[in-house]
């Protein structure tokens, strides 16, 4: 193996950190390149924002009216949190009904993500859900 410093092996992270302080410039780096301070953070901070979906809430069969109809929601919100939600704007009971559909097609469980109905039946750039007081489509 030759002296060129480009087949050398990467050194384990553990000693890397572990040796901070004890470690030498080797002699054949470039010394023209600034020093990285020991402050400086080994890997960028990764934002906690989770991405926002477009659901676009339609009402059927003579169910309520809301103002809005177009709502931002986190991606990793459930139905049953869309659900609470529109109950508390339409000041509905927990005894009524409330259905919701998918593009007209289907009823997804409360449990389903928001992302994961876009993923599937998403279009242009929106998620499409129908809600009614009573069943509407099988």
């Known amino acids: 193996m030759d002296n060129n ?13 572990d040796n901070e302080q004890n ?10 390149l600034p020093a990285i301070p020991n402050s400086a953070p080994a890997t960028p901070k990764a934002e906690n924002k989770t991405p926002k979906i477009t659901v676009v809430l339609c ?5 309520p009216i809301m103002r809005q109809r177009k709502w931002e ?6 139905i049953g949190f869309i659900a609470s939600f529109i109950r508390k704007k339409l000041t509905l009971q927990k005894s009524d009904s409330l259905f919701f559909y ?15 109905l876009f993923d599937c039946f998403g279009s242009d750039g929106k998620l499409i859900l129908a809600y009614c007081r009573l069943p509407a489509w099988g």
């Open 73 to 78: 929601v986190d991606s990793t919100q459930t």
């Open 102 to 116: 998918v593009n007209q097609s289907f009823a997804p469980s409360l449990d389903q993500t928001v992302q994961n």
């Open 5 to 17: 410093p480009v087949n050398e092996p990467l050194p384990d992270t553990a000693s890397v950190e």
């Open 59 to 63: 009402p059927v069969g003579g169910a």
């Open 23 to 32: 470690l030498e410039m080797p002699s054949h780096t470039d010394e023209s």
